[in-house]
Structure formats: C-alpha cells, structure tokens
Antibody, heavy 121, light 107 residues
C-alpha cells in the first residue's frame, strides 16, 4: 500500500524556519517525481516545489522560490521541504504528493494526509 | 504559467441528478487535464487524468471530456458520496496549476 506521511508542521513566528519531511512507503520511491502542494483550509491548491526522481530537475512556484528548498533522500525514501523566512501567508496545510505522467506532464495519484504549518506571532 | 478557470464555484443538486463542471485553460493544453475530488478533512483524490482517462477504482459515472482550452467533468447520476469539492489541474512541466474548485452541495 502506498503511503506518504508528512511531519514537521508547527506553529512558528514570522521570519523563522521550518523543515517538513515526508516518509514514503509501499512503492519504489526513487522512480517518481515528488511534489509539495499546499492548501489554505477552504481554499484552493497551490504547487510549491517539485523534484525529479534523481534530484536532477527541481522547480519552485512563485510563493516558494528563494525561500524554500526541496530535497530528497532516496536511500531513506524521504522527501523534504526546508522553509525559511516564513510569512503569515504561508499558513496552510502542506501535502507531500506523488506525481505520475511523464517528463512534461504531471498528475498526482497519491497524497499524504498533510501537515499543518501556522505562521503567527 | 498556464492558468485554469473553473466554473461554477458551487452547485446544488440532488441524488440522481446529472451535473457538469467546466474548466478552461489559458493556453492550448491539448487533452492534458486532471480532475480531483476532495472531501472535508481529506486529501484530494485523483479521478480523471489526460482529460478522459478514469483512474483505477473510480466509478464510471465520472466522465471527463474536452480538449484545450475547454474541459468538462460530468457526474452522470449523483450518489450521496459524490458531494464534495472538485478541482481541475493542468499538468504541464513542473508548474502545474489548479482550478479554484467547485463545491457540490446537496439540494
């Protein structure tokens, strides 16, 4: 059974840092591109960052670029998101997501349960 | 980035009804679009990808159609478990984007 389990979410003050982790199991983690997607409760979905199977391709959405860093450790079946200079508008539920498709198109077939990040003084 | 505009933002319907949700892409994306269902407190669930391909285990009453820029998700006969929020998503490159969501409510 495919499982994605996020952790690391917390209540932090503006300007602080946080590192999210995602533990993957039930599939060959090193065969898949992985994403971080966030959602403000009751609102839409926003892609933050993506990383190819071998970390050879990395991308960031506008909200993440320059502040967040994605990484993965295939030996540990784990995905990470280092978030720096956090802002109140980063408050959201953060999902670790497995992507399927191909080099130029990505759909999301498995999602974690999400980890809550709250940025507030 | 390619934007997707979803409508309506909400719809009320009854069990057994047929409903349609639309998504329009800002650029040509051929038949590249996905639909997701999200229930309260749960992660989104992939229903359809490549505009019309049903994900494994998804009931056949969910029907995707269209080719860029206009796409539709039709639920042919609503069941009680279908009342949820639906999102479309364009999948190009890493810079995917999601529609704003359609909340399907019981009339």
């Amino acid at each position: 059974e495919v499982q994605l389990v996020e952790s690391g979410g917390d209540l932090v003050q503006p300007g602080r840092s946080l590192r999210l982790s995602c533990a993957a199991s039930g599939f060959s983690f090193d065969n898949y591109t992985m994403y971080w997607v966030r959602q403000v409760p009751g609102k839409g979905l926003e892609w933050l960052s993506a990383i190819s199977w071998n970390s050879g391709r990395i991308g960031y959405g506008d909200s993440a670029r320059g502040r967040f860093t994605i990484s993965r450790d295939n030996a540990k079946n784990s995905l990470y998101l280092q978030m720096n200079s956090l802002k109140p508008e980063d408050t959201a539920l953060y999902y670790c997501v497995r992507a399927i498709g191909g080099y130029s198109e990505y759909y999301f077939d498995y999602w974690g349960q999400g980890t809550q990040v709250t940025v507030s003084s | 980035d390619i934007q997707v505009t979803q409508s309506p933002s909400s719809v009320s319907a009854s069990v057994g009804d047929r409903i349609t949700i639309t998504c329009r892409a800002s650029e040509g994306i051929k038949n590249r679009l996905a639909w997701y269902q999200q229930k309260p407190g749960k992660a989104p669930k992939l229903l359809i990808y490549a505009a019309s391909t049903l994900q494994d285990g998804v009931p056949s009453r969910f029907i995707g159609s269209g080719s860029g820029p206009d796409f539709t998700l039709t639920i042919s006969s609503l069941q009680p478990e279908d009342f949820a929020t639906y999102f479309c998503q364009q999948p190009f490159g890493f810079s995917v984007t999601f529609g704003q969501g359609t909340r399907l409510e019981i009339k």
